[in-house]
């Protein structure tokens, strides 16, 4: 069990640039979570997926955001025409379902600036 | 909908003194409770978390929280802090069934001074 990994750390992009984020979770956690967290304030709910279906969606998830997760395992995120408002700190989490509420464990995040 | 409330945006203690970090929330029916703690440069890691029973719920690196349905509070408790645990406090609450997603509280700064 290596932990909850993002991939990349950091990310500074120019406005109106696509961006893409990916999530490993840990293995057989057959639930998968996309949080925003901006300076100040605690996480945000995106989206989540269980297996490989995307369940939920926030209404925070502008039709710029996009979410996969192929074959239930690793999951990408992706920013198309970025805005200065995108800038935030991107968290995965993963969890296995276990019958009620799930213990969620986060990855380190990804960083991302828009110029 | 839920809500979570944590009202003090810093906290400062001494090493080695007592702390307690206040969280209200805002839910209809019997929450599911939780308190992260987050690091500078990490990820969120669970501290504890209350489902049912015992209110008094016992957690990781010395921590407890009491969870007190009357005052719709989640306060997290420490008899005493070490210089380590300064970091940002994340209390949340979440849907008991359903889909489960967290309501994240904005967080509370904890600053230990030696």
């Known amino acids: 069990d290596t932990g909850v990994s993002q991939d990349p750390r950091h990310k500074i992009t120019k406005r109106g640039q696509n961006v893409t984020f990916r999530c490993d979770p840990i293995?057989?956690?057959?639930?998968l979570y996309w949080y925003r967290q901006t300076l100040g304030q605690g996480p945000e709910f995106l989206t989540y997926f269980q297996n490989e279906a995307q369940l939920e969606k926030s209404r925070l998830l502008s039709n710029r955001f996009s979410a996969e997760r192929p074959k239930g395992s690793f999951s990408t995120l992706e920013i198309q025409r970025t805005e200065q408002g995108d800038s935030a700190m991107y968290l995965c989490a993963s969890s296995r379902t276990v019958g009620g509420a799930d213990e969620q464990f986060f990855g380190p995040g990804t960083r991302l600036t828009v110029l | 909908a839920q809500s979570v409330t944590q009202p003090d945006i810093h906290i400062t203690v001494s090493e080695g003194a007592s702390l307690e970090l206040r969280c209200n929330y805002s839910?209809?029916?019997?929450?599911?409770l939780f308190w992260y703690v987050q690091s500078p440069g990490q990820g969120l890691q669970l501290l504890l978390k209350y489902f049912s029973g015992d209110t008094l719920v016992q957690g990781i690196k010395g921590f407890e929280a009491e969870f007190k349905r009357s005052q719709s509070s989640f306060n997290l408790r420490k008899p005493s802090v070490h210089w380590s645990d300064a970091a940002e406090y994340f209390c949340?609450?979440?849907?008991?069934?359903?889909?489960?997603?967290?309501?994240f509280g904005r967080g509370t700064s904890l600053i230990v001074h030696p």
């Open positions: 949340a609450v979440g849907e008991a069934g359903g889909s489960y997603i967290p309501t």
């Open positions: 839910y209809g029916a019997t929450p599911y």
């Open positions: 293995s057989e956690h057959n639930r």
